[in-house]
């Protein structure tokens, strides 16, 4: 991640990221969202889905940074046979929207060095809250120096 | 002493400079909650055939990309009214090879067309009085029946059960001005809600 975007628009793009997949209103925006125009696609590259829906660090040199991070998931492998970790977490997110009771989604990082692939599973993904979420877990390698 | 239409200009062209020509600029979170409000307000429209359309409010003009991502092969004559100078001056550039379109600076419709549509316009009250601003959102709906032959539409904040919404945001039950299209105006009023964002649109078609 480091390679692509600074270290600090991070935490910046990840509370982006799982504020809009929120439950309540920001999950029902997104489910919306897909209803009327089936964002979540194969048509639509992660970059151009982020863009649209403005999920990108402020910073515009960061927000090409992280656009090129997504694009880059489509080299890493994922917890699906056959399927690269870009594919993986359209098609995650396009199940979990379609279905009959969307579920929120958390989207968090985890060494590379501990699981190549990028994951996605069900659970609690905050300690204070019984909420459930689908995990979109993406493998990070350590940017040198 | 300063007006609404005074504050209202004030405000968007500062967020204009500070955010640039995009959702940011105009308060919306994205491209993509932009268009889904687009998709609300545009079925008061008749796509079936050609139509004028005054885009009340219309910012750098993101109805028009809606248009050409949703309604490609409509035809539609569009005007694009903003009381934020700059804001139009942003949309001019934008859309300068797009035909059949013009923007202009003012804060009412100044020109009838087939529907009239305003988005997002009545939401940031920025400290007024609940009664004023409400002076203001009625003469907007006056001015907008007043210019349109067909109907138009336009879209409120609903009512939150969180009141640390403060002072800055109007928040309406659509009765409120449902009542008023229909009353005041004569008009025939269809309510669309549920649509993902916490907020309702009002279909308003002119009768007779």
Known sequence: ?145 | MQQPRGTVRDYYSAKLKRHGAGPRGVDWSSTASQFLRFAQLMKICDFGKPFSLNDFGCGYGALLAYLADRHASAVVTYRGIDIAPGMIEAARDRWKQTPRIEFVAGSECGSKADYSVASGVFNVRLGWAVAVWEAYVKSILSDLHANSRIGFSVNFMSPQDDPASGENLYRVPPDRWSEFCTDELGCEVERVSGYGLPEFTLLVRCVG
């Open chain 1, 1 to 145: 991640m480091g390679a692509y975007i600074h270290d600090v628009a991070v935490p910046e793009v990840q509370t982006e990221l799982n504020n809009r997949f929120a439950p309540g209103h920001p999950l029902e925006e997104m489910i919306a969202i897909q209803k009327e125009f089936d964002i979540f696609s194969h048509r639509h590259s992660l970059a151009q889905i982020s863009s649209l829906l403005n999920i990108a660090p402020l910073d515009p040199s960061q927000r090409k940074g992280w656009f090129k991070y997504l694009g880059h998931l489509k080299r890493v492998p994922s917890d699906e046979k056959d399927v690269n970790a870009h594919d993986r977490v359209v098609t995650a997110l396009k199940h979990n929207l379609e279905s009959k009771n969307p579920m929120p989604v958390f989207f968090t990082w985890h060494p590379e060095t501990e699981q190549p692939e990028l994951t996605v599973s069900r659970g609690n993904a905050l300690v204070f809250s019984t909420t459930k979420y689908i995990m979109i877990s993406a493998p990070i390698a350590l940017a040198p120096g």
